[in-house]
């Protein structure tokens, strides 16, 4: 809780404080006829929603779970980061629209302004993304950080293309910048589109290998085979998981001991502690969903097969 109670203070000043460069980059923007300028307010907008998101969705991940909610809300975290990419991938499009209408209609640029107030945003963003990688390994947190981190890098673009528009003159390296910002914004938002939708959809989580869980398990004593098994995300780093495990035909007190061993085998090697085993000492009714092969012990055969 003290983490997100101070997770929860840097986003407050993050929102603060880029709203305020929000304000100064269309200004800006405006006066040196810029869209490079422009389109980094943009994409600080798309920052400020992003802060936003994950600021509500902290205040969601802290309220207990309930009759209606089970497992809290742990995936408001989720869908915000979710929402966050969808938002650059936009973003990124509308930026390379506005550039190459640039291209076609060149304006004059005010190099020395683009650099004033870009070195500003890096300055602000940068501090930002430090702040943020700090806080949480969180994939709500961290798609608020990839932003941040995004606008560091072209905010320095910025720079560069300032310094060059000045000593050549050519103003074609404004709506040229932009495009490449927008290359940016776009690539950034893929690995967390891609890993939110594996959490929203229940795959497999990030490097966690069933095969390998499956073999822990079948080196636990008394487990003789692991069937229907399935790992999935509650949240970015709360994992669950459930199984079938045969055991030998055995009194409840024997198969308790398993069973401490079986979760111990989770939770230590694989960091999963929300789990849900069934033990069997016959074959099992149901496995026509079943997602890995029966592994057995020693020479034994389960009776039903994939």
């Given at each position: 809780m003290h983490s997100h109670g101070h997770t929860r203070t840097v986003l407050r000043f993050s929102l603060v404080a880029t709203l305020v460069y929000i304000v100064v980059l269309v200004f800006a923007g405006m006066r040196a006829h810029s869209l490079?300028?422009?389109?980094?307010?943009?994409h600080n907008l798309s920052d400020f929603l992003a802060l936003l998101l994950s600021w509500v969705a902290l205040y969601f991940q802290a309220r207990p779970a309930n009759s209606s909610k089970t497992f809290g809300y742990h995936r408001a975290g989720v869908l915000a980061a979710f929402v966050n990419a969808l938002s650059l991938v936009l973003i990124s499009g509308f930026i390379v629209y506005e550039a190459l209408e640039r291209l076609n209609h060149p304006v004059n640029v005010s190099p020395n302004l683009m650099m004033w107030v870009a070195a500003i945003g890096v300055v602000m963003n940068g501090v930002i993304?430090?702040?943020?990688?700090?806080?949480?390994?969180?994939?709500?947190?961290?798609?608020?950080?990839?932003?941040?981190?995004?606008?560091?890098?072209?905010?320095?673009?910025?720079?560069v293309g300032g310094f060059a528009i000045s000593v050549t003159g050519q103003s074609w390296i404004d709506p040229v910048l932009s495009?490449?910002?927008?290359?940016?914004?776009?690539?950034?938002?893929f690995g967390?589109?891609?890993?939110?939708?594996?959490?929203?959809?229940?795959?497999?989580?990030?490097?966690?290998?069933?095969?390998?869980i499956s073999a822990a398990l079948i080196?636990?004593?008394?487990?003789?085979?692991?069937?229907d098994l399935h790992v999935w995300s509650i949240g970015s780093e709360i994992h669950a998981l459930s199984c079938h495990v045969l055991i030998a035909d055995i009194p409840p007190?024997?198969?308790?001991?398993?069973?401490?061993?079986?979760?111990?085998?989770?939770?230590?090697?694989?960091k999963?502690?929300?789990?849900?085993?069934?033990?069997?000492?016959?074959?099992?009714?149901?496995?026509?969903?079943?997602?890995?092969?029966?592994?057995?012990?020693?020479?034994?055969?389960?009776?039903?097969?994939?």
């Open positions: 490079a300028l422009l389109s980094e307010a943009g993304a430090g702040l943020l990688w700090g806080s949480s390994r969180d994939v709500n947190i961290r798609s608020a950080f990839i932003h941040q981190l995004g606008d560091t890098l072209s905010t320095a673009a910025v720079i495009i490449a910002i927008a290359a940016m914004i776009l690539w950034s938002s967390i589109i891609r890993e939110t939708l594996n959490i929203l959809l229940e795959g497999t989580p990030r490097g966690i290998d069933l095969e390998d080196g636990c004593t008394g487990v003789e085979a692991v069937h007190s024997e198969s308790e001991r398993i069973l401490r061993e079986v979760k111990s085998c989770l939770a230590a090697n694989f999963i502690h929300h789990t849900t085993i069934q033990f069997e000492h016959a074959g099992c009714e149901v496995e026509h969903e079943c997602v890995m092969p029966v592994q057995v012990r020693d020479a034994h055969a389960h009776p039903h097969r994939h």
